[in-house]
């Protein structure tokens, strides 16, 4: 699976978006973008995943660049239950295991 | 929301004692998983199990540790003979096989402590 780049940390005003980067330039033509998330060693939960189009679900928006190499997921209105670990993996989407890499993802800090 | 469910949410053992932790996936997946995530460090893939086999595992998933789907609905990690560095949360997760749901869920997992 493709490596991916976040940054460690960042901080988001309560009630404003949250945007958080996501580098992943060695992505191949099968693989999509996975966002998950870990709100204080609870179990990883799954917020978006997409290929090339943008996507919007009911929890975040996820915005990748037309070549494919960064993506961006947006919590349009960030509250203090959104503070946690967020994780933005690659992975071939198909038949097979293929099971998920995290790496240490990016720690979202909402602020009052 | 259907969702995969761990029991017991925590347990402590001593070194040496076998462990089991209980997995209930979502009713209509066929992929599940056992990952771990020790103390401060990410989450890490120990195993895969599809059509009663182990279809990939980890450096980590070694001779101590065990998978089982005894009944068509648990899905069991088995730890033979718990070490101190054992000592995890243990997250069950599970997908379905479908070109439309490929998505991995995983459950909020079992804390082992061992002493």
């Known amino acids: 699976d493709a490596k991916t780049t976040q940054p460690t940390s960042m901080d988001c005003a309560e009630g404003r978006a949250a945007n958080l980067p996501c580098n992943h330039s060695t992505i191949s033509g099968n693989e999509y973008v996975y966002w998950y998330r870990q709100i204080h060693s609870q179990g990883p939960q799954y917020i978006i995943h997409?290929?090339?189009n943008n996507e919007t679900n009911e929890m975040a928006s996820l915005i990748i660049t037309e070549d494919r190499k960064s993506s961006t997921l947006i919590l349009p209105h960030a509250t203090l239950r959104d503070t946690a670990v967020y994780y933005c993996?690659?992975?071939?989407f198909g038949a097979g295991s293929y099971q998920l890499t995290f790496g240490k993802g990016t720690k979202l800090s909402v602020i009052p | 929301e259907p969702e995969v469910t761990q029991t017991p949410s925590h347990q402590v053992t001593q070194m040496g004692q076998e462990v089991i932790l209980r997995c209930v996936p979502i009713s209509n997946h066929l992929y599940f998983y056992w990952y771990r995530q020790i103390l401060g460090q990410k989450v890490e893939f120990l195993v895969s199990f599809y059509n009663n086999e182990i279809s990939e595992k980890s450096e980590i998933f070694d001779d101590q540790f065990s998978v089982e789907r005894p009944d068509g609905s648990n899905f069991t990690l088995k730890i033979r003979s718990t070490k101190l560095e054992d000592s995890a949360m243990y997250f069950c997760?599970?997908?379905?096989?479908?070109?439309?749901?490929?998505?991995?869920?995983f459950g909020e997992g079992s804390w082992l402590t061992v002493v």
């Open positions: 997760a599970s997908r379905t096989e479908s070109r439309s749901g490929n998505t991995i869920y």
């Open positions: 993996i690659v992975r071939v």
């Open positions: 997409g290929l090339k």
